[in-house]
């Protein structure tokens, strides 16, 4: 019936083609996809500054990539022009845009069928962003444009359960990696062998976001001044943690760095004390690199270590006690064994092929209903 009918037309609309966890995603995706059944675009609605990864892999699979001119503002008017005239030009085209400003555009595009994407808990993370009452404000007006789709997708299981509580249903289809992928685009193969017996190196991942709640891990290492353990963190850290904790001997500030694999690949172990996420990448990638995961217990993170077996990682409350119990634990662990059993659980649990797979039958099945 597909074929009869000719290769679906799917147009993804994002903000710009920088280095992040929801292009990652999508170029996964598009790597993935059978070519002869579906037929991609890729809309950014702004230029990016200078040319990344992710748009030189888009281009080497023949992805057409469309690439809007001018500011944020400016295209907020433009690009639903110009995203009608890409949808018009081909049967049977879906529209899959990647955050609230493309949702904005797709919606004002007034094309159909298009689906909505959530990556994160919409409430909270606006309420941390913008404080409790514009935060709701805004995380309302988000679920309102995801109501007006047709069908919603969560990027794992803790998503769709937070969207139901706000009343909106969605399909599950969870972030995934291709890990060879990652390694060649990430790594440059310089990072350290893990040594048994050496001084332990954590990392964990800071952004904007306060959500991240870097300045626990970072109190817990000061307190391990002088002992063996350091941490490294990497991404945008708040400028007064920076300050507060720079001369802390065992803590570095890494910034944005260009290889992050390299970065999970010298450390020994990742460390994430969120307090909440969507599916976070960071985390699968440090499985990908075969390193141990020490998690806050908060529902994304155990729904990643759900089916994995105690050589995968473990999970600690937000408190000093639980922490120390879980680095005792996860410190005890055969390096060997915990890198083997990290990577055959990200391999097995998030495979990118699954993650295509879902996605085609997906579309297919949206587009013939």
């Not at 937070?162 to 310089?190: C, H, M, Q």
């Not at 999970?264 to 172990?269: I, L, P, T, W, Y």
Request: glycine fraction near 6%; aromatic fraction near 10%.
């Amino acid at each position: 019936m597909i074929d009869a009918l000719g290769p679906i037309n799917l147009i993804f609309v994002v903000g710009n083609l920088s280095v992040n966890g929801p292009n990652m995603q999508l170029l996964y995706l598009c790597r993935g996809m059978n070519r002869s059944k579906f037929r991609l675009t890729v809309f950014s609605t702004t230029q990016s500054p200078t040319t990344s990864f992710i748009q030189n892999e888009l281009a080497n699979c023949g992805i057409e990539i469309v690439e809007l001119e001018g500011g944020k503002l400016s295209s907020l008017f433009a690009a639903p022009i110009i995203l009608r005239k890409l949808f018009q030009r081909r049967p049977r085209t879906i529209i899959h845009p990647y955050g609230f400003r493309s949702d904005v555009i797709t919606f004002f595009s007034y094309c159909r069928p298009k689906i909505g994407h959530v990556q994160n808990n919409l409430l909270h993370n606006y309420k941390q962003m913008f404080g409790p009452v514009l935060g709701r404000i805004i995380a309302n007006i988000n679920l309102w444009f995801l109501a007006r789709t047709q069908s919603t997708v969560s990027c794992g299981e803790s998503v769709r359960q937070d969207l139901k509580r706000l009343g909106l249903d969605s399909i599950v289809i969870r972030n995934a990696i291709e890990p060879e992928v990652y390694r060649r685009l990430f790594a440059s193969g310089t990072h350290r062998a893990r040594q048994r017996g050496c001084s332990k190196k954590y990392l964990t991942v800071s952004s904007s976001i306060p959500g991240k709640n870097v300045e626990f891990l970072l109190e817990r290492f000061a307190e391990f001044r002088s002992s063996d353990r350091s941490i490294d963190v990497i991404g945008n850290a708040a400028a007064e943690l920076v300050s507060k904790y720079r001369d802390v001997p065992n803590i570095k500030f890494l910034g944005h760095i260009a290889q992050p694999a390299d970065a999970f690949g010298d450390a020994d172990f990742f460390v994430s004390a969120s307090t909440h996420e969507g599916m976070p990448n960071a985390v699968i990638e440090s499985l990908t690199m075969g390193r141990p995961v020490l998690l806050s217990n908060i529902p994304a993170h155990q729904e990643i270590l759900s089916s994995a077996n105690e050589n995968v990682g473990f999970l600690f409350t937000l408190n000093k006690d639980s922490f120390l119990d879980a680095i005792a634990k996860i410190e005890s662990l055969d390096q060997r064994e915990a890198e083997v059993a990290s990577l055959n659980f990200v391999t097995s649990e998030f495979s990118s092929q699954a993650m295509v797979s879902a996605y085609e039958q997906f579309y297919s099945a949206l587009l013939n209903n």
